[in-house]
C-alpha cells in the first residue's frame, strides 16, 4: 500500500474541504493528511497532491479530467464521513488502526509527549488519572486519552473491521 507514500511507507493524503471530516478521521488512525482549504482551485490542489506525493481524495469529478490524475486522484462518491471512510477502506485497504493518535486532529504535525508545564495545565482529574499527556509541538494543543478517545478509537474498530484489501486507483 505505498502508493502516496514516500520510500514506500504508508499512504500520504491531501482531502479537499468537501471531505475535511475524513481527513480528520484519517489524521486520528495515524495518516499524514492535509486539508485543503475551500478557496484553493482545483489545479493548485492536485498541483500540491503532486508535489507533496499525496493521494488527493475528492468528490469533485472534474479533477479526473487533468492530467496529473490518473495514479494521483481517488474520487469517492459518497456521501457523509462513514460511507466514505468504507470506500476508501475497500479501494486502499486502509488499516484505520494504523498509529491512532499520533497526530494532531487539528493541523496534522505528530503529537509528542508534554514538556512538564503542559501536563501541569491539564484538567486534574487527568493528572489523577496519571494518563499519558501529548501535544501539538505545532499549535500547542493537548491530548490525553480520555472518553472521547475511547469513542473514537471504538469507531476507528469499527473502520478497521470492514478493511478489504483491494488496490484501485482512479
Same mark, same amino acid.
Given at each position: 500500500?505505498?502508493?502516496?507514500?514516500?520510500?514506500?511507507?504508508?499512504?500520504?493524503?491531501?482531502?479537499?474541504?468537501?471531505?475535511?471530516?475524513?481527513?480528520?478521521?484519517?489524521?486520528?488512525?495515524?495518516?499524514?493528511?492535509?486539508?485543503?482549504?475551500?478557496?484553493?482551485? $482545483? &489545479?493548485?490542489? #492536485?498541483?500540491?497532491?503532486? %508535489?507533496? !506525493? =499525496?493521494?488527493? +481524495?475528492?468528490? $469533485? &469529478?472534474?479533477? #479526473?479530467?487533468?492530467?496529473? %490524475?490518473? !495514479? =494521483?486522484?481517488? +474520487?469517492?462518491?459518497?456521501?457523509?464521513?462513514?460511507?466514505?471512510?468504507?470506500?476508501?477502506?475497500?479501494?486502499?485497504?486502509?488499516?484505520?488502526?494504523?498509529?491512532?493518535?499520533?497526530?494532531?486532529?487539528?493541523?496534522?504535525?505528530?503529537?509528542?509527549?508534554?514538556?512538564?508545564?503542559?501536563?501541569?495545565?491539564?484538567?486534574?482529574?487527568?493528572?489523577?488519572?496519571?494518563?499519558?499527556?501529548?501535544?501539538?509541538?505545532?499549535?500547542?494543543?493537548?491530548?490525553?486519552?480520555?472518553?472521547?478517545?475511547?469513542?473514537?478509537?471504538?469507531?476507528?474498530?469499527?473502520?478497521?473491521?470492514?478493511?478489504?484489501?483491494?488496490?484501485?486507483?482512479?
Amino acid at each position: 500500500m505505498g502508493h502516496g507514500g514516500r520510500s514506500g511507507g504508508p499512504p500520504r493524503f491531501l482531502a479537499d474541504a468537501m471531505l475535511a471530516g475524513l481527513g480528520r478521521w484519517l489524521r486520528a488512525a495515524g495518516y499524514d493528511t492535509v486539508i485543503a482549504p475551500g478557496h484553493h482551485s $482545483d &489545479r493548485a490542489i #492536485l498541483r500540491r497532491a503532486v %508535489a507533496e !506525493g =499525496r493521494l488527493l +481524495l475528492t468528490r $469533485d &469529478r472534474k479533477l #479526473l479530467e487533468h492530467r496529473e %490524475a490518473p !495514479g =494521483r486522484v481517488i +474520487l469517492l462518491a459518497c456521501s457523509g464521513t462513514e460511507a466514505c471512510a468504507r470506500q476508501l477502506t475497500a479501494r486502499l485497504g486502509l488499516d484505520w488502526l494504523h498509529a491512532p493518535f499520533t497526530r494532531c486532529l487539528v493541523c496534522n504535525t505528530p503529537v509528542e509527549p508534554a514538556p512538564e508545564a503542559v501536563r501541569a495545565a491539564v484538567p486534574p482529574e487527568v493528572r489523577v488519572a496519571g494518563w499519558p499527556v501529548r501535544w501539538c509541538p505545532r499549535c500547542r494543543r493537548p491530548y490525553w486519552p480520555g472518553s472521547h478517545v475511547r469513542r473514537m478509537r471504538a469507531r476507528l474498530e469499527r473502520l478497521a473491521a470492514g478493511r478489504k484489501p483491494v488496490y484501485q486507483i482512479d
